[in-house]
């Protein structure tokens, strides 16, 4: 899991503002995943990219969007749209046996 | 969609006793079922994963087992250590060959105490 970075690790961001959140993997894995995770509960599914130029929306997809222009990267926005951002935020990616790999991940705080 | 429920919450147990942690699953076509640690404020860790061809997998103190049938599966820890104090996350997915879509539970509280 050495092998997957998130940056940064800790966001700050005023309401209405779009942010970017960046997610790169080494690990030449072909699937990558962004979750969310908020207190006291599990992770839920936002975005899944099977390979480069195309992903399909998880569970929770409204108010975010996503790119894979690079096998390497997975970069997730967060839109204005989406109601409630504070969350820590989880990228992973994973090679055909399944096994997903998680990044450090990043606090995202919206006042 | 899938559904994963997990039970119990919160658990504690005295050090060097056994932990039991049980997670049932609503899409029978799912075929495979990880666990992962998660520490305060860092990433999870998968600590082990069984696929639906096998009953019971062991990995030195750890242990998952799976019932298909009643759709359940569990994470055993033996010999408990206080470093073993973590959130511990079951999830389900269908291997579809490419990307896997993971259904997680809502966590386990782990504290063990001395």
């Known amino acids: 899991d050495g092998g997957i970075t998130q940056s940064p690790k800790y966001l700050f961001r005023k309401e209405g503002q779009n942010v970017t959140l960046s997610c790169e993997q080494n690990?030449?894995?072909?699937?990558m995943y962004w979750y969310r995770q908020d207190p006291g509960q599990g992770l839920r599914l936002i975005y899944y990219?099977?390979?480069?130029?195309?992903?399909q929306k998880g569970d929770i997809a409204e108010g975010y969007s996503v790119s894979r222009e690079k096998k390497e990267s997975f970069p997730l926005t967060v839109t204005s749209a989406q109601k409630n951002p504070t969350a820590f935020y989880l990228c992973?990616?994973?090679?055909?046996?399944?096994?997903?790999?998680f990044g450090p991940g990043t606090r995202l705080t919206v006042t | 969609g899938e559904n994963v429920e997990q039970h119990p919450s919160t658990l504690s147990v005295q050090e060097g006793d056994s932990a039991v942690i049980k997670c049932t699953y609503s899409?029978?076509?799912?075929?495979?079922f990880p666990w992962y640690k998660q520490e305060l404020g860092k990433r999870p860790q998968l600590i082990i994963d069984?696929?639906?061809?096998?009953g019971e997998k062991k990995d030195q103190r750890i242990a998952v087992t799976l019932n298909k049938t009643a759709k359940h599966f569990s994470l055993h820890i033996t010999e408990t250590q206080p470093e073993d104090s973590a959130v511990y996350f079951c999830?389900?997915?269908?291997?579809?060959?490419?990307?896997?879509?993971?259904?997680f539970g809502t966590g386990t509280r782990l504290q063990v105490t001395l």
């Open positions: 899409d029978s076509a799912s075929n495979y």
């Open positions: 690990l030449n894995h072909d699937a």
């Open positions: 069984i696929r639906s061809n096998v």
């Open positions: 999830a389900a997915s269908i291997d579809t060959g490419t990307a896997s879509k993971l259904t």
């Open positions: 990219s099977q390979i480069v130029n195309d992903f």
């Open positions: 992973a990616s994973g090679g055909l046996a399944d096994e997903q790999y």
